[in-house]
C-alpha cells in the first residue's frame, strides 16, 4: 500500500494538504473533499438546484457532474424524491432510514433499483446521499432483531454482561468477523472491553490503544456523527466537484455525511492490522463519547445495508442508555454506601466525649471510607496521621501544590504530575485528597500508585520513537499489531464523586463539632474566670480594698488576674497578673499560674521568692507561655508593705492628691527560666492609696506607653486624687472610664489602711 505521503493520500484528501502521522492530531477530516464510491452525494442550496457533487454522478445517476451543477434535485432522481428529500428538511432531517427505488428520469447504476437515502444539511446547503441497498427486503428483519436485541441487553445484571451481549448482537445484526466494544479512560486511551469474533481469529479483549491511534478531531466527529462505514479499504476516492464551493469558497463540511472520504492515515492503520472494511458506532453517554463499537472485516470487502446499520446503531444508542443507566446505578450503590458509613462516623464523633480529632484518628472508618491507606491532618500546630503517610515537610509541599485556593476541596490522582519532585513519595501518595481553606490548617487522604500491568495493542511509543529517527525515516501508522506489555506507575486509584463528596461533608462535620466544643469550652471557661476573678473585693479587717477587671471588648476571655487573701492575722497577700493572649488557653493559664502563686504564698515564701519558683515552673513543667505578675504583703499593724515584680508594670502611689509611680526593680517575664525577683518595700502607714493594675490600662495601639502612664498619672492626680480620700471605688471607675481599654483586658487593684 502506499504510504501518506504520495498520490493515494492526496486523492483521499483533494481538498488540504497531505497529512503525516507527526501532524493527524490536526488534519481536517471533515473537509476531505472525496466520498467513497459505493454512492453519490449532491449538495443543493434552498431551491434544491445542486451546488456540488461527486464526480462518479455519471456513472451512478446517468448525468455528468458538470451537466449536474446548476440543475434542481427533480431532474436528476424525480419530483418524488425531490418532494421527499424537501419534507426532511420541514421535518428536521431526522435520521432514520429512506428507502425509495429510483425511477425515471434516473439512469444509471442507481436507476430503478431500490436505495438508502440519507439527507442532512451542512451549513446553508442540503447534502443527500445515494447508495444501493445490498439487503433489499430485509428491513424489517434487522428492526425484528433490534428489538430482540433491547430485550436480551436489558436482562444484562453487569456492566461487563451488557458489552459483551452488545457486541454479539451488533455482529448477528451487521455480519462483521470481529465487533469489539471500545472503552475511553481520561485520557482517551482505549480498551477493548467485550468482543464478538469469527474463531478462527486472534482475540483482541483486554487490549489497550493509545490516544493517538484516535486523535482528538476524529472524537468529535464520532459525536457528531454516531456512524462510519468504510465498506472497502482499497477503494479510489471520488473528489467532489466543484472542490470548493462557489459561495462560501471552503470545501464542503462532511462531518455528517455517511458516504465521507476517511484518512489516508486511518486506511493505512486498519491495513496493517489486516482489515479489508470497517464499521464504527458510537456510545455516547450525556452527548459525550464513552466507547465505540469497532466492527472488522478481513474478507475482503462488506458492506451491510441501511437497514441493518440503522438497527445496529439503535441497538447501539438504547445501549448506552443501559451503560449509563448501569454506570449510575453502580455509583448510586456505592454513594449510598459511602454516605452510611459516613452518617454512622458522623455519630460516633459527636458522641464521643474525647478531643474530636483525636477521635476521628482512632476510627477506622477514616480510611476505609475513602478507600485511602493514610490520612493526616494539621490544626493549630498540631499534626495527627494515620496509616503510612510522608513526612511533615514532604506533606506541606504536597498541601501547597494540591490546594487550590478558591476551592475547600482538591484532589488528584496523579501527583508527580503536578510536580515531578514527588516521584519519590509515588509508592505512599500518588492520589490525594484535601480539605481545608487555610494553608496551615487542612486535612489529606493519600494512595499509593496503582501499578498496573498494561497490554497494549503495539507499542505505545512508536510515534515518539519514530519522530525522533529524523525525517529520512517513514512515518507512517505502526504496523505492530502484538501485544506489548508495559507496567503502568504514578497514579493512584482515581477519587469518585462520593469520595469527594464525603471529603467535603466530614469537613464539615469536624468544623461544627470542633466550633460546639470550642463554645462549650469558652463557656466553661468564662464560668471558671468569673469564679476565679471575683468581680468584687473580699473585704478585710482594717483594709480598704478595691478591685476592677474589664476585659478587652473582642474577646470574651483573657489572662488578667487579681487575687487578694490573708496569710494569717496580721498578713494580707495581694496580686495583678497577666498571662499572654486571649481566649480559653489564656484563660485556663492564667487559673493554673494563679493557684501556684497561692500556694507559694501560703507555703511562706517572700513574693519574690514566689515569683522565682513561679518562672521555673512555667518553663520546666506547665509550658504555658509567658506572663507578668506583681505580687505584694501588707503587714497591717506596721503598714509596711513587701512588693516583687516580674516584668509587670510599675504600680502608682496616691499621697495628698498626688500620683506617683514607683519605680521597682524587677526581674524577666515569667516563663523565660532566667533572673530573680528583688523584693522593695512601701510604707502605707500614712493612708497613702497603692494601685496594682495591668498594661492594658496603659497600653494603646498606635500611642505611646510613657504617654498615656503620664495620662494616668494626672488622672490618679488632681481632681481624681482628691476623690481618692472619699470613695476610692468611685475613684477607680473615673479612671477606667477615661481611659478607656479596648484593646485589651484591663485589671485595676487599689488597697489603702483604714
Same mark, same amino acid.
Given at each position: 500500500?502506499?504510504?501518506?505521503?504520495?498520490?493515494?493520500?492526496?486523492?483521499?484528501?483533494?481538498?488540504?494538504?497531505?497529512?503525516?502521522?507527526?501532524?493527524?492530531?490536526?488534519?481536517?477530516?471533515?473537509?476531505?473533499?472525496?466520498?467513497?464510491?459505493?454512492?453519490?452525494?449532491?449538495?443543493?442550496?434552498?431551491?434544491?438546484?445542486?451546488?456540488?457533487?461527486?464526480?462518479?454522478?455519471?456513472?451512478?445517476?446517468?448525468?455528468?457532474?458538470?451537466?449536474?451543477?446548476?440543475?434542481?434535485?427533480?431532474?436528476?432522481?424525480?419530483?418524488?424524491?425531490?418532494?421527499?428529500?424537501?419534507?426532511?428538511?420541514?421535518?428536521?432531517?431526522?435520521?432514520?432510514?429512506?428507502?425509495?427505488?429510483?425511477?425515471?428520469?434516473?439512469?444509471?447504476?442507481?436507476?430503478?433499483?431500490?436505495?438508502?437515502?440519507?439527507?442532512?444539511?451542512?451549513?446553508?446547503?442540503?447534502?443527500?446521499?445515494?447508495?444501493?441497498?445490498?439487503?433489499?427486503?430485509?428491513?424489517?428483519?434487522?428492526?425484528?432483531?433490534?428489538?430482540?436485541?433491547?430485550?436480551?441487553?436489558?436482562?444484562?445484571?453487569?456492566?461487563?454482561?451488557?458489552?459483551?451481549?452488545?457486541?454479539?448482537?451488533?455482529?448477528?445484526?451487521?455480519?462483521?468477523?470481529?465487533?469489539?466494544?471500545?472503552?475511553?479512560?481520561?485520557?482517551?486511551?482505549?480498551?477493548?472491553?467485550?468482543?464478538?469474533?469469527?474463531?478462527?481469529?486472534?482475540?483482541?479483549?483486554?487490549?489497550?490503544?493509545?490516544?493517538?491511534?484516535?486523535?482528538?478531531?476524529?472524537?468529535?466527529?464520532?459525536?457528531?456523527?454516531?456512524?462510519?462505514?468504510?465498506?472497502?479499504?482499497?477503494?479510489?476516492?471520488?473528489?467532489?466537484?466543484?472542490?470548493?464551493?462557489?459561495?462560501?469558497?471552503?470545501?464542503?463540511?462532511?462531518?455528517?455525511?455517511?458516504?465521507?472520504?476517511?484518512?489516508?492515515?486511518?486506511?493505512?492503520?486498519?491495513?496493517?492490522?489486516?482489515?479489508?472494511?470497517?464499521?464504527?458506532?458510537?456510545?455516547?453517554?450525556?452527548?459525550?463519547?464513552?466507547?465505540?463499537?469497532?466492527?472488522?472485516?478481513?474478507?475482503?470487502?462488506?458492506?451491510?445495508?441501511?437497514?441493518?446499520?440503522?438497527?445496529?446503531?439503535?441497538?447501539?444508542?438504547?445501549?448506552?442508555?443501559?451503560?449509563?443507566?448501569?454506570?449510575?446505578?453502580?455509583?448510586?450503590?456505592?454513594?449510598?454506601?459511602?454516605?452510611?458509613?459516613?452518617?454512622?462516623?458522623?455519630?460516633?464523633?459527636?458522641?464521643?466525649?474525647?478531643?474530636?480529632?483525636?477521635?476521628?484518628?482512632?476510627?477506622?472508618?477514616?480510611?476505609?471510607?475513602?478507600?485511602?491507606?493514610?490520612?493526616?491532618?494539621?490544626?493549630?500546630?498540631?499534626?495527627?496521621?494515620?496509616?503510612?503517610?510522608?513526612?511533615?515537610?514532604?506533606?506541606?509541599?504536597?498541601?501547597?501544590?494540591?490546594?487550590?485556593?478558591?476551592?475547600?476541596?482538591?484532589?488528584?490522582?496523579?501527583?508527580?504530575?503536578?510536580?515531578?519532585?514527588?516521584?519519590?513519595?509515588?509508592?505512599?501518595?500518588?492520589?490525594?485528597?484535601?480539605?481545608?481553606?487555610?494553608?496551615?490548617?487542612?486535612?489529606?487522604?493519600?494512595?499509593?500508585?496503582?501499578?498496573?500491568?498494561?497490554?497494549?495493542?503495539?507499542?505505545?511509543?512508536?510515534?515518539?520513537?519514530?519522530?525522533?529517527?529524523?525525517?529520512?525515516?517513514?512515518?507512517?501508522?505502526?504496523?505492530?499489531?502484538?501485544?506489548?506489555?508495559?507496567?503502568?506507575?504514578?497514579?493512584?486509584?482515581?477519587?469518585?464523586?462520593?469520595?469527594?463528596?464525603?471529603?467535603?461533608?466530614?469537613?464539615?462535620?469536624?468544623?461544627?463539632?470542633?466550633?460546639?466544643?470550642?463554645?462549650?469550652?469558652?463557656?466553661?471557661?468564662?464560668?471558671?474566670?468569673?469564679?476565679?476573678?471575683?468581680?468584687?473585693?473580699?473585704?478585710?479587717?482594717?483594709?480598704?480594698?478595691?478591685?476592677?477587671?474589664?476585659?478587652?471588648?473582642?474577646?470574651?476571655?483573657?489572662?488578667?488576674?487579681?487575687?487578694?487573701?490573708?496569710?494569717?492575722?496580721?498578713?494580707?497577700?495581694?496580686?495583678?497578673?497577666?498571662?499572654?493572649?486571649?481566649?480559653?488557653?489564656?484563660?485556663?493559664?492564667?487559673?493554673?499560674?494563679?493557684?501556684?502563686?497561692?500556694?507559694?504564698?501560703?507555703?511562706?515564701?517572700?513574693?519574690?521568692?514566689?515569683?522565682?519558683? $513561679?518562672?521555673?515552673?512555667?518553663?520546666? #513543667? *506547665? @509550658?504555658? +507561655?509567658?506572663? !507578668? &505578675?506583681?505580687?505584694? %504583703?501588707? /503587714?497591717?499593724?506596721?503598714?509596711?508593705?513587701?512588693?516583687?515584680?516580674?516584668?509587670?508594670?510599675?504600680?502608682?502611689?496616691?499621697?495628698?492628691?498626688?500620683?506617683?509611680? $514607683?519605680?521597682?526593680?524587677?526581674?524577666? #517575664? *515569667? @516563663?523565660? +527560666?532566667?533572673? !530573680? &525577683?528583688?523584693?522593695? %518595700?512601701? /510604707?502605707?502607714?500614712?493612708?497613702?492609696?497603692?494601685?496594682?493594675?495591668?498594661?492594658?490600662?496603659?497600653?494603646?495601639?498606635?500611642?505611646?506607653?510613657?504617654?498615656?502612664?503620664?495620662?494616668?498619672?494626672?488622672?490618679?492626680?488632681?481632681?481624681? +486624687?482628691?476623690?481618692?480620700?472619699?470613695?476610692?471605688?468611685?475613684?477607680?471607675?473615673?479612671?477606667?472610664?477615661?481611659?478607656?481599654?479596648?484593646?485589651?483586658?484591663?485589671?485595676?487593684?487599689?488597697?489603702?489602711?483604714?
Amino acid at each position: 500500500m502506499t504510504h501518506a505521503g504520495g498520490p493515494a493520500g492526496a486523492a483521499h484528501t483533494p481538498a488540504y494538504d497531505v497529512a503525516t502521522l507527526t501532524t493527524c492530531d490536526a488534519e481536517p477530516i471533515h473537509v476531505p473533499g472525496a466520498i467513497q464510491p459505493h454512492g453519490v452525494l449532491l449538495a443543493l442550496d434552498d431551491e434544491q438546484r445542486v451546488v456540488v457533487c461527486s464526480a462518479n454522478l455519471e456513472t451512478m445517476l446517468g448525468v455528468s457532474a458538470d451537466d449536474a451543477l446548476g440543475r434542481p434535485l427533480a431532474a436528476l432522481v424525480g419530483s418524488d424524491l425531490a418532494a421527499r428529500v424537501a419534507a426532511r428538511g420541514e421535518e428536521g432531517y431526522p435520521s432514520d432510514p429512506m428507502v425509495v427505488v429510483l425511477g425515471r428520469p434516473t439512469a444509471g447504476e442507481l436507476g430503478g433499483q431500490q436505495v438508502d437515502v440519507r439527507v442532512h444539511a451542512s451549513a446553508e446547503r442540503v447534502v443527500v446521499e445515494l447508495e444501493d441497498s445490498p439487503s433489499q427486503g430485509l428491513g424489517a428483519v434487522g428492526f425484528r432483531s433490534a428489538r430482540t436485541a433491547m430485550t436480551r441487553l436489558a436482562a444484562a445484571s453487569t456492566l461487563t454482561e451488557l458489552t459483551d451481549l452488545l457486541a454479539h448482537e451488533v455482529r448477528d445484526l451487521t455480519g462483521f468477523d470481529r465487533v469489539m466494544v471500545y472503552r475511553f479512560d481520561a485520557e482517551w486511551n482505549g480498551e477493548v472491553v467485550a468482543e464478538a469474533r469469527r474463531a478462527d481469529l486472534n482475540p483482541f479483549l483486554g487490549l489497550h490503544y493509545p490516544a493517538s491511534d484516535i486523535p482528538a478531531q476524529a472524537r468529535r466527529l464520532y459525536e457528531l456523527n454516531p456512524i462510519r462505514l468504510i465498506a472497502d479499504i482499497g477503494y479510489t476516492p471520488v473528489p467532489l466537484v466543484p472542490l470548493l464551493d462557489p459561495q462560501s469558497g471552503r470545501p464542503l463540511d462532511l462531518s455528517h455525511a455517511g458516504l465521507r472520504s476517511v484518512s489516508p492515515i486511518h486506511i493505512e492503520y486498519l491495513g496493517n492490522m489486516g482489515v479489508t472494511a470497517s464499521m464504527s458506532i458510537s456510545i455516547l453517554i450525556d452527548d459525550r463519547l464513552w466507547g465505540l463499537i469497532a466492527c472488522h472485516h478481513y474478507a475482503g470487502a462488506h458492506r451491510p445495508g441501511q437497514e441493518a446499520r440503522s438497527a445496529a446503531e439503535f441497538v447501539t444508542q438504547v445501549a448506552s442508555h443501559l451503560i449509563a443507566h448501569r454506570e449510575r446505578a453502580d455509583a448510586r450503590d456505592a454513594a449510598v454506601l459511602t454516605q452510611g458509613e459516613m452518617t454512622l462516623l458522623s455519630a460516633r464523633l459527636s458522641a464521643t466525649d474525647d478531643d474530636v480529632l483525636d477521635a476521628l484518628f482512632a476510627d477506622p472508618a477514616l480510611l476505609s471510607v475513602f478507600g485511602a491507606t493514610g490520612a493526616a491532618n494539621l490544626f493549630q500546630g498540631t499534626l495527627r496521621t494515620v496509616g503510612e503517610v510522608p513526612d511533615l515537610t514532604t506533606m506541606l509541599a504536597i498541601s501547597e501544590a494540591v490546594d487550590e485556593p478558591d476551592t475547600y476541596l482538591s484532589s488528584t490522582d496523579h501527583l508527580a504530575g503536578l510536580d515531578p519532585r514527588f516521584v519519590d513519595v509515588a509508592g505512599i501518595a500518588s492520589g490525594v485528597l484535601r480539605v481545608g481553606s487555610l494553608p496551615e490548617q487542612w486535612g489529606m487522604w493519600f494512595r499509593p500508585e496503582q501499578r498496573q500491568v498494561v497490554d497494549w495493542g503495539g507499542d505505545p511509543t512508536n510515534k515518539r520513537l519514530a519522530a525522533e529517527e529524523g525525517a529520512d525515516v517513514r512515518l507512517s501508522p505502526r504496523k505492530s499489531f502484538e501485544k506489548w506489555r508495559e507496567v503502568m506507575s504514578g497514579h493512584g486509584v482515581p477519587w469518585e464523586p462520593w469520595h469527594l463528596e464525603a471529603a467535603e461533608e466530614l469537613g464539615r462535620t469536624i468544623n461544627s463539632l470542633l466550633l460546639l466544643r470550642s463554645r462549650e469550652q469558652v463557656a466553661m471557661a468564662e464560668s471558671m474566670q468569673r469564679s476565679v476573678v471575683l468581680d468584687r473585693a473580699p473585704e478585710f479587717a482594717g483594709v480598704e480594698l478595691t478591685a476592677r477587671y474589664r476585659p478587652a471588648s473582642t474577646y470574651q476571655l483573657g489572662g488578667d488576674w487579681w487575687d487578694a487573701f490573708e496569710l494569717d492575722e496580721r498578713r494580707l497577700a495581694f496580686a495583678v497578673g497577666d498571662v499572654a493572649g486571649h481566649g480559653v488557653a489564656a484563660a485556663s493559664a492564667m487559673t493554673q499560674v494563679r493557684t501556684a502563686l497561692r500556694a507559694y504564698l501560703y507555703d511562706g515564701h517572700t513574693p519574690g521568692g514566689c515569683l522565682d519558683r $513561679l518562672d521555673r515552673l512555667m518553663d520546666g #513543667l *506547665l @509550658g504555658i +507561655g509567658v506572663a !507578668t &505578675a506583681l505580687v505584694a %504583703v501588707l /503587714d497591717r499593724e506596721t503598714g509596711l508593705v513587701e512588693i516583687a515584680s516580674a516584668g509587670h508594670p510599675d504600680p502608682l502611689l496616691v499621697r495628698d492628691g498626688t500620683a506617683e509611680e $514607683l519605680v521597682l526593680e524587677r526581674r524577666p #517575664l *515569667l @516563663g523565660v +527560666g532566667t533572673g !530573680t &525577683a528583688p523584693s522593695s %518595700v512601701v /510604707d502605707l502607714s500614712g493612708g497613702e492609696l497603692l494601685v496594682l493594675f495591668t498594661d492594658g490600662l496603659v497600653e494603646r495601639r498606635g500611642s505611646d506607653t510613657e504617654v498615656q502612664t503620664a495620662r494616668l498619672l494626672d488622672l490618679a492626680s488632681g481632681a481624681g +486624687g482628691a476623690a481618692v480620700s472619699t470613695d476610692v471605688l468611685a475613684w477607680a471607675d473615673l479612671v477606667l472610664a477615661e481611659l478607656d481599654t479596648p484593646d485589651d483586658d484591663t485589671t485595676l487593684l487599689a488597697v489603702r489602711l483604714d
